[in-house]
C-alpha cells in the first residue's frame, strides 16, 4: 500500500502535472468531493473540477503548446491548509492573444491528504487586458465584463462535459 500524499507532496504533484499537461496527474490530486473557484470558475466536484483543468489542458496542447510555460513557487502546507503561487504563460484559445498571469491559490486537504478545496486568485483585469485585448482594456474593471466571461467559460465547461470529454 503507497503511503498517503503529504499536503505539500499534493501541490508539487498537481503543478508538476499540471506543467506537463497531464490532466490525469492531476486529478490524483484531488478528492471526490472537491471544490474549486477562482475569479472565472466555480465549481463542485471532482467531475467538475476536472473538467476544466482538461478543457484547459486540450486548448493549449491543441493551440499553444510552444507558448506554453507554468513555474509554481512558494509551496506551504500545515496541518490540512496550505498555499503556493504560480504563474502560467499561455496563448488564450478564443482570442490567440498570449497571456501571463499571476495567481496565488490557497487549499484546503481531506484527511488523505488530497485536495478538498481549492481557491486561485487572481488580477482579472490585468488577466482581461491581455487576453481580451481592447474589450479587456475598456470594459476588465467592470461586473459586466467578468460576469459575461464566467458565462461563456460556464457554459463551454458544460459542453465539454457533455460530450464526455473530462
Not at 498570449?98 to 484527511?111: C, G, P, Q, T, Y
Request: hydrophobic letters at 40%; glycine letters at 8%; proline letters at 4%.
Amino acid at each position: 500500500m503507497a503511503p498517503m500524499p503529504t499536503p505539500e507532496r499534493t501541490i508539487e504533484d498537481l503543478y508538476a502535472a499540471f506543467a506537463r499537461l497531464d490532466a490525469e496527474g492531476m486529478a490524483r490530486c484531488y478528492a471526490e468531493d472537491a471544490r474549486f473557484e477562482d475569479e472565472v470558475f466555480t465549481l463542485s466536484g471532482k467531475r467538475e473540477v476536472m473538467g476544466m483543468w482538461t478543457m484547459l489542458v486540450d486548448a493549449v496542447k491543441a493551440k499553444g503548446r510552444d507558448d506554453w510555460k507554468l513555474q509554481w513557487r512558494d509551496v506551504q502546507a500545515q496541518g490540512r491548509e496550505g498555499r503556493a503561487h504560480w504563474d502560467a504563460h499561455y496563448r488564450f484559445s478564443a482570442t490567440g492573444r498570449l497571456v501571463d498571469n499571476s495567481i496565488d491559490a490557497r487549499f484546503e486537504f481531506d484527511e488523505g491528504g488530497l485536495i478538498r478545496r481549492h481557491r486561485d486568485s487572481f488580477d482579472f483585469w490585468r488577466w482581461s487586458r491581455q487576453a481580451l485585448g481592447p474589450p479587456g482594456v475598456l470594459l476588465g474593471w467592470t461586473p459586466m465584463l467578468r460576469n459575461k466571461v464566467r458565462e461563456r467559460a460556464g457554459r463551454n465547461l458544460q459542453a465539454f462535459l457533455a460530450r464526455g470529454s473530462a
